[in-house]
């Protein structure tokens, strides 16, 4: 016997790198304008005296902002730092049960870490060849599902009918969909929280709009749910969402003009890019995301074209893991870097 036997011990999840130097980012999926002037303006103006007090617990401010703007109660909102504090207590929560979690072999690599980490049994579900879901693979008996939809690295989004298939052959679990980008392509499934007590819908500020370095996430779901949330949230930490966070995600809110505008530009210059990468030789799966998952033409290798890409100051992610390593995830940058991109694409690709 020994303290090792009693330390939980886990595989992290690996975010991308933040470099410290100036390079090209486009390997997190931020997103490459400022977050609204209005969030800025709402900061400057701030009582920082009131740093001295703990935060409002219950985050109301921000929350009812949330259920403002998305034409919902704030007893239907649960707000967290980021969205992965949000999943991390969707996962507690809702997955205590013995039966396994299903989500997809190739999705957001945070889900297996909090299964792990919180012991909750789990089993992947293998995406088709085409990186397509299929809803079938989510019937029979678990202990709940999650699903990202867009799904990530992927960028594919599967239509509604494809979550309330999964919903209707799961009234006995918890079905979590997670919408961090969402705001990038397809329809969200939030109005089906009145239809369906078992959806929780998830959402984030990190993408769409820009505030990633905020940490605010969120999530909807019929009362009772979010009541069993908070239950847990307060079992852990009260003051989760701090006066800051508070202040900005609200400002964020009441700002949709700038906050369509900023997706828009987005979208537009994901058109073009894929257009520009097309013409390279990448193939891809039409992309709902901020950002694009493209294999490299023959007979280049993803995992070289990221280090070369690296060297040449412009930072991708490559999964280095067996069904997604030929294919580099880009996130969708200003016009100027998708064509510095581009560019150094051009250079590498005509090298070998
Ligand atoms: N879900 C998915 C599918 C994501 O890609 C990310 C971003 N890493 C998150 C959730 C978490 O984002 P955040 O914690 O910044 O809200």
Known sequence: MSIEDNIRKVVPYVPGEQPQKKVIKLNTNECPYPPSPKVIKALEEADWGRL????????????????????????????????????????LTFFAGDKPILFPDITYSFYDVWAEVYRIPYQTRALKEDFATDPADYYGENGGVVIANPNAPTGIYEGLSFITDILDHNK?????????YIDFGGETALPLIKQYDNLIVVRTTSKSRALAGMRIGYCFGNERLIKYLNDVKYSINSYTMNYPAIIAGKA???????????????????SETGEKLRELGFTFPDSQTNFIFAKPPEPFEAKDVFERLKEAGIYVRHFNKPRIKDYLRISIGTDDEMMMLINTLKGLLKRK
């Open 52 to 91: 001295r007090l703990y935060p409002d617990p219950k985050s109301e401010a921000l929350n009812e902002a949330i259920a403002w703007h998305y034409g919902v109660e704030s007893s239907q909102v649960f707000t967290g730092v980021g969205s992965d504090d949000v999943l991390s207590m969707l996962f």
């Open 172 to 180: 006995d679990s918890v079905v979590i969909v997670d919408e961090a």
């Open 252 to 270: 964020s809110m009441e700002d949709t003009e700038y906050f369509l505008e900023t997706v828009n530009r987005v979208k537009q210059t994901r």
